[in-house]
């Protein structure tokens, strides 16, 4: 059964990069797709964005300028960076697996709280 | 982009019947995926496409889709259903903006 795993640091100040890592263990990443979501507190879920164990990459819109995922199929993981972070991006993020085909996501990471704040 | 509504709250006695929607614009003809998240928990996939179940997932949650809206049926609710269950279509990654289930 598969298994994610987020690392990162958990407070950042204001214009820094957020950057973490979603450890893939039980499967190979070199197939579905991988994804991050987050979830600011007491709100709801946020999708982030997506790669293919191929490289390419789909982000939301709101967030395209800021968002960079990449992935590592030797090390089985694949990883986030925002930049130019603010209060408003102070949430639980997950990373996920979405399947190809039908798109949902299907296994999860327990996910890891960043905090931006000065 | 493609909007799904959720109503914020809904409230079933123990043992009775919720139905959860997730409104949008011809969703019926999508396929539509559902999430339960615990207090505390990552999101669990519920139901995908429209009325599947993952392994592990009791009869008691089914899923319809037709027209407009897409719902989520928990039936015999239980204290541990306690959640919020947020929906999601298949050709977006975007999700609905969540429903706390109150089990009283």
């Known amino acids: 059964q598969v298994q994610l795993q987020e690392s990162g640091p958990g407070l950042l100040r204001p214009s820094e990069t957020l950057s973490l890592t979603c450890t893939v263990s039980?499967?190979?990443?070199?197939?579905?797709?991988w994804s991050w979501i987050r979830q600011p507190p007491g709100k709801g879920l946020e999708w982030i964005g997506y790669?293919?164990?191929?490289?390419?990459?789909n982000y939301n819109p709101a967030l395209r300028n800021r968002v960079t995922i990449s992935i590592d199929t030797t090390e089985n993981h694949y990883s986030l960076k925002l930049d130019s972070v603010t209060a408003a991006d102070t949430a639980v993020y997950y990373c996920?697996?979405?399947?190809?085909?039908?798109?949902?996501?299907?296994?999860w990471g327990r996910g890891t709280l960043v905090t931006v704040s000065s | 982009s493609y909007e799904l509504t959720q109503p914020l709250s809904v409230s079933v006695v123990l043992g009775q019947t919720a139905r959860i929607t997730c409104g949008g614009d011809?969703?019926?003809?999508?396929?539509v995926h559902w999430y339960q998240q615990r207090p505390g928990q990552a999101p669990v996939l519920v139901i995908f496409?429209?009325?599947n179940r993952p392994p592990g997932i009791p009869e008691r949650l089914s899923g319809s889709n037709s027209g407009n809206t897409a719902t989520l049926t928990i039936s015999r609710a239980q204290a541990g259903d306690e959640a919020d269950y947020y929906c999601?279509?298949?050709?977006?990654?975007?999700f609905g903006g969540g429903t706390k289930l109150t089990v009283l």
């Open positions: 996920a697996r979405r399947d190809n085909d039908e798109y949902f996501f299907d296994s």
């Open positions: 039980g499967d190979s990443i070199s197939s579905y797709s």
């Open positions: 790669i293919y164990y191929s490289g390419s990459t």
């Open positions: 011809n969703i019926g003809r999508k396929n």
């Open positions: 496409r429209d009325m």
């Open positions: 999601q279509v298949w050709d977006s990654s975007a």
